[in-house]
């Protein structure tokens, strides 16, 4: 594996506790593949580009955003879908464990992509 490709943050463990980067256990992240921060993220229902302004400082802009939804697949709101396609940004949700999964495999590829995962438990 390229080390430059590596780079960045990897979720390295994830469970109960939540997920596991670097030295630290985040309930939820928002990552880059610059930076991994906590997240407190609103119900997901009540999801807006807002909640997820963080991840616009990548230039260039990321190719998508990884959007865990938790303990299953659930789809965010139409508007923060619209609001982040204006922003030429796609949106590709699955449960968090599987986004967190994907997080390690794309970035390993050295994809430009963003993630916002949400806890476990819901």
Avoid: N, Q
């Avoid at 390229?2 to 309930?27: C, L, M, N, Q």
């Avoid at 992240?29 to 997820?52: C, F, H, Y």
């Avoid at 508007?79 to 396609?85: L, P």
């Amino acid at each position: 594996m390229d080390r430059e490709k590596t780079d960045g943050p990897i979720i390295s463990a994830f469970g109960h506790g939540g997920f596991k980067v670097d030295d630290g256990y985040y309930a939820a992240l928002l990552m880059t593949p610059e930076r991994a921060d906590g997240w407190v993220p609103p119900a997901l229902s009540a999801l807006t580009e807002a909640d997820v302004a963080a991840l616009f400082v990548l230039d260039p802009a990321p190719e998508f955003v990884l959007l865990g939804t938790g303990a299953t697949l659930r789809h965010p709101p139409l508007a923060f879908r619209k609001a982040m396609e204006a922003r030429g940004i796609g949106i590709e949700a699955m449960d968090s464990r599987a986004a967190a999964r994907a997080w390690s495999v794309l970035r390993g590829e050295g994809r430009w992509i963003a993630g916002a995962l949400y806890p476990f438990a819901d």
